[in-house]
C-alpha cells in the first residue's frame, strides 16, 4: 500500500552553493517571492488586527445582520450582524498559527521517529507499520475522530491535524536516514568509532533539513485547509473564536442570501494555503529537486 | 503470480490490525472522560454511566480489546447511542448517494486529468503547460467546500442551471439524478484533477525523453499514436497508483461535498454523528472508509501486472 520510498541521492543544488549565493538564487524564484510576499502581508494584516479591524469582532448587532458589503461594513454582516471584515482579520491569527504550530509538531514528532525507524532496525518495522495505519485513515476522519472525543480547543484542534501529518514526515526521514548511512563518509565515522548521537547530530540530521523544510511548508499549507474545514463541519476550533473556518461555517444557513460570509474568507483560505503552497514549491526546486510532489506529499 | 496475490493479501492484515487498534485506543485514550465528553455538557451522571456501559468503558482495557475485535470480525460494528439502530444498518442506508458521487467523481476526474497531464508534458514549457500546472497548484489550495459553494453561487443561483442541492436516487429517473450530482461531482474532482494531471505530466515526460520514443518518431509513427501507444501506457503505473492514493483524498472531500450540497450519504452522516456526539457511528464510518482505502490500493497494486507486463511477480 506504501508509495515507494524515494531514494535520497546527494546531488548538486542551490543547498551546495556558499550561502551568499543561495540566499540570492532563492529570491530570484517566482514561487518563493511570491509565496513570501503574500505570507508578510497577510501575516501583518493579522498582526495589526486590533488596529486595522472597524468593529469588534465577536460584536453581535443583530439590527446590522446580513448586510452585503457597503462602505460601512467592507466585507458584510453575518447571521448576526458581527463585520465579515474585522472577523476575518482576527482569523487571519488563527489561520496562520496553527498552520505555523501544526508543521512544527509534525517535523518535530516525524524527525524524531524517522531518525528511530532508519536507525534502529529492530523498531523501524513496528513504527512504520502503525505509520502506514495511520496513513490509512483518511485525515479528517481521525482529526474529527479526536476532537470529538476531546472536546473543541485550539490545543486540541491542532495536535488532531498534526498527527495524520507525522507519517509523511517519518517516512520521509526515515528514508533519508535509510540512504545516508550508507555514504562513505558515514561509514568512515562509524569506522573511526564516532559514537551514533555523534552521527546523527553531524552526519544525517544536516541531510534531513532540506527536505524537512519542503515538507514543512507542505503541511503548514494543508494544516490551514484542514483548520477551515474541521471549524466549517462544527469539530473545530470553539464557536466563538473568529477562525476562518468558524466564520463560514456562520454562513451556511443564509448562504443563499448572503453568499459574502463564506466567500470571503474562502478566498483568504484560498489564497494563504497557495501562498504556501507556491512558495513551498519554489523551496523545493532550490533546495530539493528530488522531493518529487509525489504520492507521500498529497493528501 | 499466486504467492504475490497471497503475500500482497496477508499484507493488508497488520494495516488493518493497527488502524482497528488506533480506532479502540482513540476513545480510550482520551483525556478526560470520553463518556462524560460524548453526553455533553448537561448530561446526568446517570446518562454518563449509561454511555460508559454501553460503550463498555467499564471493564478492563485487555477484556474490552478483545470484545471490539470480536465484533469487528463478525461484521458487528456497534449501535448508534442516538438511534439505537446498528451503524451498519445506518451505513448501508447511506451507501447509494456516497458510491454515486465517488464514481462520477473518478470517472470525470480521470477522463479530464489524464489527458490534461499528457498535454501538458507534451507541450512543456509552452503557456499550455503552466496554464495546467498553476490551475493544479490552484486546485490544490481551494478548500473544497468554498468551492462548492462557487458553483451553488455561479451555476445554480445566477445562472440558475441546476438545482442548488439534494439528492434524488437513480431508481426515480436517471436525468434528476444525475443533475443533481453535476455540481458535487465538479467540486468534488477539481482537486483529483489537480492531482492526477501533475503525476500523469511528471511520469510522460520522463517517458518522453526514452530512445523507444525516438525510435517511434523516426520510423514515422504519428504524434497520437507515440502520445497514447507508447507513452501514456509507459507511464501508467504511477498514474494508476495516484488514482489509488488519491482515494483517501476523495473520501475527505466526500465528507465535505456531500454536507455542501446536502446529499444523504455517509458524509452526512459522519458530519450528524460528530454535531450528536455519536461515537458509534464515527468509528464505524472510519473503520468502513479506512477498509476501502486499503482495499482499493491492493487492488491498485494487483492491476500493476495488467498495466506493465514487464512487472512479474
Known sequence: MSAPAEPFIAHETAADLPDVRRARAL???????????????????????AYLANVDPILLRPRFRLRAPSAIAWLGTDQFGRDVYSRVLFGARVSLFIGFAVATIAVVAGLIIGLVAGYLRLLDAILMRVMDGVM?????????????????????????????????????????????????????????????????????????????????????????????ILSFLGAGIPTEIPSWGNIMAEGRQSFQIAPWVILFPGFCVALTVLAVNVLGDGLRDMLDPRIARGMDNLR | MGRFLAGRVLATIPVMGVVATIVFLLLRLAPGDPAAILAGDAASPEHIAEIRARLGLDQPILVQFAEWIGRLLHGDLG???????????????????????????????????????????????????????????????????????????????????????????????????????????????????????????????????????????????????????????????PIVSVIGIGIALLISGVVITESVFNLPGLGRLTVDAVLARDYPVIQGVILLFSAAYILINLAVDVSYTIFDPRIRY
Not at chain 1, 31 to 37: E, K, R
Not at chain 1, 154 to 159: A, E, S
Not at chain 1, 212 to 219: R, S
Not at chain 2, 197 to 215: F, K, M
Open chain 1, 27 to 49: 529570491w530570484r524564484n517566482p514561487g518563493v517571492v511570491f509565496g513570501v510576499a503574500v505570507l508578510l502581508i497577510i501575516l501583518l494584516l493579522a498582526i495589526g488586527a
Open chain 1, 136 to 228: 490509512a485513515i483518511p485525515n479528517i476522519l481521525l482529526a474529527i475522530a479526536m476532537v470529538t472525543l476531546s472536546g473543541a480547543g485550539i490545543l486540541t484542534v491542532i495536535v488532531a491535524i498534526a498527527i495524520p501529518e507525522i507519517p509523511r514526515v517519518a517516512r520521509l526521514v526515515r528514508s533519508v536516514v535509510l540512504s545516508v548511512r550508507e555514504e562513505p563518509y558515514v561509514e568512515a565515522a562509524i569506522g573511526v568509532g564516532t559514537p551514533v548521537p555523534l552521527i546523527m547530530w553531524g552526519h544525517i540530521l544536516p541531510n534531513t533539513i532540506a527536505p524537512l523544510i519542503v515538507q514543512g511548508t507542505y503541511t503548514c499549507a494543508a494544516a490551514i485547509l484542514t483548520e477551515a
Open chain 2, 79 to 237: 449501535t448508534s447511542i442516538i438511534s439505537n439502530q446498528p451503524v451498519t444498518t445506518l451505513i448501508g442506508q447511506r451507501l447509494e448517494p456516497t458510491l454515486a458521487l465517488a464514481t462520477t467523481t473518478i470517472l470525470f476526474a480521470v477522463i479530464v486529468a489524464v489527458p490534461l497531464g499528457v498535454l501538458s508534458a507534451w507541450r512543456h514549457g509552452t503557456w499550455i503547460d503552466r496554464g495546467v500546472m498553476t490551475l493544479s497548484v490552484l486546485g490544490f489550495s481551494i478548500p473544497v467546500f468554498v468551492l462548492g459553494y462557487l458553483w451553488i453561487f455561479a451555476v445554480a443561483m445566477q445562472l440558475q442551471w441546476l438545482p442548488v442541492q439534494g439528492y434524488v436516487s437513480f431508481r426515480q429517473g436517471f436525468w434528476p439524478f444525475l443533475e443533481r450530482l453535476i455540481l458535487p461531482t465538479l467540486t468534488l474532482s477539481v482537486i483529483y484533477i489537480a492531482l492526477i494531471a501533475r503525476i500523469t505530466r511528471a511520469s510522460v515526460l520522463e517517458v518522453l525523453g526514452e530512445d523507444y520514443i525516438r525510435t517511434a518518431h523516426a520510423k514515422g509513427v504519428g504524434e497520437r499514436a507515440v502520445l497514447t501507444h507508447h507513452a501514456l501506457r509507459n507511464a501508467a503505473v
